[in-house]
C-alpha cells in the first residue's frame, strides 16, 4: 500500500482524510449551530435570560439541554488528559472551553479532533 492511497492498513482512513472528516465537521457545526443561533438573536425577545428559560421549558428541553451540558463538562476534562498525554499545548483547552461555548460540543469536538489528528501526524514523523 502506498502513501497516495486513501486507507491505512488498519482499513481506517488515513490521517490526512481524518482531520479533513473533523474539519468538514467543524465547518458543518458552525453553519448549523450560528445558524439556529442567529433566529434567537434576530428575536425580539432574545436576552440570556429568555435563552435559559427556553433551555429548560419543557422537560424533554431540560433533559436535551442537562445532557449537552453534561457532554461539555465531560469533552473538556477528556480534552485536557488528552493534551496532557500528548504533550500538547495545554492553552488549546482555554480555545476548546471558547468554541464549546460559542458554538457547542459538536464543533469543540471537531476541533479537537482535528488538531489532535495533526498532532499526531506531525509527531509521528
Given at each position: 500500500?502506498?502513501?497516495?492511497q ?5 482499513g ?9 472528516l ?10 448549523i449551530?450560528?445558524?439556529?443561533f ?10 440570556v435570560s429568555q435563552?435559559?428559560k427556553e ?7 431540560t ?11 465531560i ?11 500528548l504533550?500538547?499545548?495545554s492553552n488549546?483547552l ?14 469543540a ?6 488538531q489532535?489528528e ?8
Amino acid at each position: 500500500m502506498n502513501a497516495t492511497q486513501s486507507k491505512s492498513v488498519s482499513g481506517s482512513p488515513a490521517p490526512a482524510s481524518r482531520a479533513t472528516l473533523y474539519l468538514v465537521c467543524l465547518v458543518i457545526s458552525v453553519a448549523i449551530s450560528w445558524g439556529i443561533f442567529a433566529q434567537f438573536l434576530l428575536a425580539d425577545s432574545a436576552s440570556v435570560s429568555q435563552f435559559f428559560k427556553e433551555a429548560f421549558a419543557s422537560p424533554i428541553a431540560t433533559l436535551v439541554s442537562s445532557d449537552v451540558l453534561l457532554s461539555a463538562g465531560i469533552f473538556l476534562l477528556f480534552a485536557r488528559i488528552e493534551l496532557n498525554r500528548l504533550k500538547m499545548p495545554s492553552n488549546r483547552l482555554a480555545l476548546y472551553v471558547l468554541v464549546t461555548s460559542s458554538v457547542g460540543v459538536c464543533g469543540a469536538l471537531s476541533l479537537f479532533l482535528y488538531q489532535r489528528e495533526n498532532w499526531l501526524a506531525k509527531n509521528r514523523k
